[in-house]
Every structure is written in structure tokens, then in C-alpha cells.
């Protein structure tokens, strides 16, 4: 059995929902076939196995430590493991063909990554990080970045990063102080600190290309300010190699509660500690135009946001498969009715509310794969859609679903890996077993790349009303579509869709009226529950669509997709009720509540 993902449930989502065979139709992926995509899937489970599952609890038990003389010591498992990854040249899946890329569809090399972060998180962040900042780079960097920064990433010599926060703005972006200055060479000396820099330092690989967001003169105040600055550790020597060290300085290490094998870090750049040159600032190369900065950083930080849903769905889907084995195998009481104190004792699996808590596990984390998964495959319907305006549609809807996408499986697929240590009862809580890192791993991604209430009020504050609510509709219209063939199919099918229908209208017709008076307090003020309603009602017409995918098929594989189904609509969908009638009631109970009286 798999201690990582289901080869059997990504079969299922990639080949009988999703057709992502179909893709290999489309001009762009006419090299693949399922035989590659197979391959990928083959190899990166592998990798998964044999060189990132074996040090997951080693890297949480010994974490990163900042050494007197400024540089991260670390245990070399993690080492090992990314020059493994860098040599298989999975990292270079999505990436053009021209750039050294294997041109693989999105939503396969989404599957592949969800691999190594089940098998270890943290290391598989190194991963990840770095292939979100090359895509941002091979979209909006010249010929020459491309050149200089990203194909070293794609060979795996370079790892990136994306450098947003400081000390004192957090997630405030305007308030942001880092400076950029344009120099007569056509480079710009940055000075500044940043704060909570995952993969901001370490010995791994032989450069890191640090991209930074910036204030540069002329632009209008807050974020209209921002540019995007490339601030490597090392600058490029000509020959491609890695040259005189920059003047971007680890500061110190933050020590947090999961995630322990990844450097978090706080860097100074440009305090005159290396004075590249003989002078102050860090050197750094401008993306794109000035000013736009935030922009294109949206470019990485909407392709991390969905790859922490990715996360977050793989930490509790690995904690999941560990509950059902723990509870297969663990023995405790006897059946409801059993009068012989000396009859053998029966696995825990056969008591009800283990079942109870494992079918919820199941409904989450199956339910936050299919998400991604579907989310992914609309990045491939957008790159390679008949023309512009069917792109921008796609595009539009991608925009809706992404909060969902980050937010939902970070609270539920968390839920999960907290139902698994119930699972494990009092062992649970151990470090005996693995479920309660799998926990405090999890725990960090509702806020990473924007917190649970920052994905609320982009949802309700900006995604569904933007271009007067276009990419809603186009959502409801998917929807609709879904169940209309829910009630063709009849049976348990039509009843799904029926529910979902109802909940799903009552939402929409009530995001026109939180918005009627125009009044932001008052629209945003629950701008969470929105945030939550519309996931689960996403997730539970996913879970139709599986539902649908299933359709006669015989099996035990097919029976718990149907019992899954069944738990979201019988147990999760009715909670949105509530959760509507409080928004209904446009309550601003929190937003009047006094600084005061806490």
C-alpha cells in the first residue's frame, strides 16, 4: 500500500473524469501520450519513494540551523534528494521545448509534484518554489534572464525563491520599504529586509535567484510603486557559472512548527556585508516594466497558491491512507452486541465512527485532489484554447477558483490529518507514529501564500463581481451544465444535483444583494463564510462529477467513490445552509465589535 497518494484515485481523476489523454490531440502535447504521462507519474512516485519519504521525520527532527559564521547547516538527505530530483528533469515538465522544457500538460506535472509532497513537504518546497519562479521568469524575463536564470534552474544547478514580505508590512504589501535604484548600467541597487523567505538560504544548490519585490522611484504611492527585481545570491559570471557574491545576507532563521526541513528565512539585502563591486546595495536586474511589479508576481503567487492547495491536499491525503492501515490493523473492542468478554478483539476499522472519520478523510482529500487537479486542467485549457477570447474566459474562471483552490483543502484536507490522529487515538498524538507531523506540516498552509481571510475577501471583494461578475457566471454555468446531466442519469445522481442546485443558486443570488448597497464593511464583514460556502458547494459539484465518472462501474474502488459522494451530500452539503442563512443576514456582529472589549 502507498504511503503517498493513490495511484488508483489519480488513474481514475486524470483518465476517466478529466481525459487528460484528450490533450495529446491538441498541437502543444502532440509529443505525449498516456505512456508518458504514465512514465512521469512512474518515476516521480519513485523518486518520492526511495529519496524523499526516507527523511521526511529526520528533517523534521533535526531542522535547519544558522551557523556563527552565516550559512544553514543542514542534514544531507535533503541534499541528495533535490540532486535526485534535478537529475530525473521533472522539474522541467510544463516548461516550452525551447527552453530545455518537456512541454507537459499542466495538470500532469501538477499530479507529479503532489507526489514528493506527500512523500516529504518540506523538501519538495525547494521544488516547487523554484519551478514557479522560472515559469514567472520564462513569461516576463528577456531572452537574456531566460538565459541566465531560468534554464540553470531547469537543469537544477539554481534554485528560486519569491521575496514579498517584511518585518513590519506582512502581508501588506504597500507598506512594503525595500528600495530599488536604477544605476547607468542598466542594474538597480536594492537595499531592504525581507521576512518569512521560504528556500531563502542554504548550501543546496549553487545559486538561488532571489525574486524581490521592490519600491522604485516615480511610481505612485502604495503597491503602484512596486517593481519586481531580480536579486541572485550570487551574480552570473559570463560563463554561465556563478560569480561575485551579492549583497543579500541571511539575518537569521525562523523555527517553525512544520515544515521543519525548509530554511524560512529573514535576509538583509544590501547592508553592505558583501559589497558587490566595491559598492553598497545588492545588484539586481529589473522584470519587465517598473511599477508593475505586483503584477507579475501574481504570476507565481497564483501558481504557489494552487500548488499549497496541492500540499495541503497531499499532507492529508498521506495522513489519510496511514488512518485506514492504522485502523485495518489495530485491534480494540468487540463488535455493538458481543457478550463474550474472551472473544477476540476486532480491528478498529469495523466500529462505526472510525468509519465515520474515515470516510470524512476520504471525502476531503479525494474531494481537494479533484480540485487541483480540475484547476490544473484549465491552465491547459487556457494555454492552448482556440483563440483569445475563449483564453481570457478560462483565464477568468481560473481567476474564481484559485482562492477555493488554496483556501479549501488548507482548512478541510486539515481536517483530515486531524481526524487521522483521532484515528490513532492516544498513539496519534505521538511521535510514535507520523500523523501528528503530517498535522503541524498542514497546519502552516492556511496561511501561507495569503491566509484563509485574504483568500475570503479576494473571493468576495474582487473575483466573483470583477467584470460584472463574468467569471461567477461563468462558473454557474459549468455547474448547471453538470446538473443537468445529474438529472438525466437519474437515481441517487439527480437527488445529488437537486441539492446542489438549490445551494448553489441561494449562494449566487445572494452575493447580488451583499453587494447592493455597495457597502464593503457590510459585504466583507463574513467574506470567511462566503469564503467557505462557495468552496464546499465547488467541492461538492466535483464530487457530483466524480459521482457521474463512476457511473455502473463495478468494484470496490468504484463503491467507495459512491459512499464518498454520499458522505459530502448527506454529512458537508447541508452545513452550508447555515453558513448562507448568516451571510443572509448581512451580521456585523464582528465588525462592531470594540478593539476594546476583548
Request: with cysteine; aromatic share 8%; proline share 4%.
Amino acid at each position: 500500500m502507498s504511503h503517498a497518494l493513490s495511484r488508483r484515485d489519480l488513474d481514475f481523476l486524470l483518465y476517466e473524469w478529466l481525459d487528460v489523454e484528450a490533450l495529446t490531440r491538441r498541437e502543444r502535447y502532440a509529443e505525449h501520450s498516456r505512456e508518458t504521462f504514465d512514465a512521469v507519474l512512474d518515476l516521480t512516485a519513485d523518486i518520492g519513494e526511495k529519496h524523499f519519504a526516507p527523511h521526511n521525520r529526520v528533517a523534521d527532527a533535526n531542522e535547519p540551523r544558522m551557523r556563527p559564521d552565516g550559512t544553514v547547516e543542514m542534514i544531507p538527505e535533503v541534499k541528495a534528494a533535490m540532486d535526485a530530483y534535478g537529475e530525473s528533469g521533472l522539474i522541467t515538465g510544463t516548461f516550452d521545448e525551447s527552453v530545455g522544457g518537456m512541454q507537459l500538460p499542466t495538470v500532469v506535472a501538477r499530479a507529479s509534484m503532489a507526489w514528493l509532497q506527500a512523500a516529504n513537504a518540506s523538501t519538495a518546497s525547494y521544488a516547487l518554489l523554484t519551478t514557479a519562479n522560472a515559469a514567472l521568469l520564462a513569461e516576463y524575463g528577456t531572452d537574456d534572464q531566460i538565459e541566465t536564470f531560468v534554464k540553470p534552474m531547469l537543469e537544477g544547478r539554481w534554485f528560486g525563491t519569491m521575496c514579498l514580505s517584511e518585518p513590519q508590512a506582512g502581508s501588506s504589501l504597500a507598506d512594503i520599504t525595500t528600495r530599488a535604484e536604477k544605476q547607468d548600467d542598466g542594474t538597480y541597487r536594492v537595499t531592504g529586509s525581507k521576512m518569512w523567505i521560504s528556500g531563502g538560504d542554504h548550501e543546496l544548490s549553487e545559486n538561488i535567484v532571489h525574486l524581490v519585490l521592490a519600491k522604485t522611484p516615480g511610481g505612485r504611492p502604495g503597491v503602484h510603486s512596486i517593481s519586481l527585481i531580480i536579486v541572485p545570491k550570487y551574480l552570473p559570471a559570463a560563463d554561465g557559472g556563478r560569480g561575485e557574491r551579492n549583497d543579500i545576507t541571511l539575518t537569521g532563521l525562523n523555527h517553525k512548527m512544520g515544515n521543519r526541513g525548509t530554511t524560512n528565512t529573514a535576509l538583509a539585502i544590501g547592508d553592505g556585508t558583501h559589497r558587490p563591486g566595491g559598492r553598497a546595495g545588492a545588484v539586481g536586474y529589473l522584470v519587465g516594466e517598473e511599477h508593475r511589479g505586483l503584477s507579475y508576481m501574481f504570476h507565481m503567487m497564483n501558481e504557489a497558491r494552487i500548488g499549497v492547495g496541492f500540499l495541503a491536499t497531499a499532507l492529508g491525503y498521506v495522513g489519510y491512507l496511514k488512518a485506514v492501515e492504522y485502523a485495518a490493523g489495530r485491534a480494540q473492542g468487540r463488535p455493538l452486541g458481543a457478550k463474550d468478554p474472551e472473544s477476540p478483539q476486532v480491528p478498529i476499522i469495523e466500529h462505526t465512527d472510525v468509519r465515520r472519520m474515515l470516510l470524512a478523510q476520504k471525502a476531503y482529500v479525494e474531494g481537494g485532489l479533484a480540485l487541483g487537479l480540475y484547476c490544473s486542467k484549465l491552465v491547459d485549457d487556457q494555454i492552448t484554447a482556440a483563440d483569445a477570447d475563449e483564453a481570457a474566459e478560462i483565464g477568468l474562471l481560473l481567476d474564481v477558483l484559485t482562492p477555493i483552490a488554496k483556501s479549501w483543502p488548507s482548512q478541510w484536507c486539515l481536517k483530515a490529518n486531524d481526524l487521522a490522529i483521532q484515528v490513532h487515538g492516544g498513539y496519534g498524538y505521538t511521535r510514535d507514529y507520523d500523523v501528528e507531523q503530517h498535522y503541524r506540516d498542514n497546519r502552516l498552509n492556511p496561511i501561507h501564500e495569503g491566509t484563509h481571510g485574504i483568500q475570503g475577501m479576494d473571493l468576495l471583494g474582487r473575483k466573483v463581481i470583477m467584470q460584472g461578475g463574468k467569471g461567477l457566471g461563468l462558473l454557474t454555468a459549468r455547474i448547471a451544465a453538470t446538473v443537468a446531466a445529474a438529472r438525466a442519469a437519474g437515481g441517487a445522481a439527480a437527488d445529488y444535483a437537486d441539492r446542489l442546485d438549490v445551494a448553489w443558486t441561494r449562494l449566487v443570488d445572494l452575493t447580488g444583494a451583499l453587494w447592493a448597497d455597495r457597502d464593503p464593511a457590510v459585504a466583507l464583514a463574513n467574506s470567511s463564510v462566503y469564503l467557505e460556502s462557495f468552496g464546499h458547494l465547488v467541492v461538492a459539484w466535483l464530487w457530483l462529477e466524480q459521482f457521474l465518472a463512476v457511473g455502473d462501474a463495478q468494484g470496490d474502488f468504484y463503491d467507495g467513490k459512491r459512499m464518498a459522494a454520499r458522505y459530502f451530500f448527506r454529512h458537508e452539503l447541508p452545513q452550508v445552509g447555515p453558513w448562507i442563512d448568516l451571510l443572509a443576514s448581512m451580521d456585523s456582529t464582528s465588525a462592531e465589535m470594540n478593539p476594546a472589549w476583548f
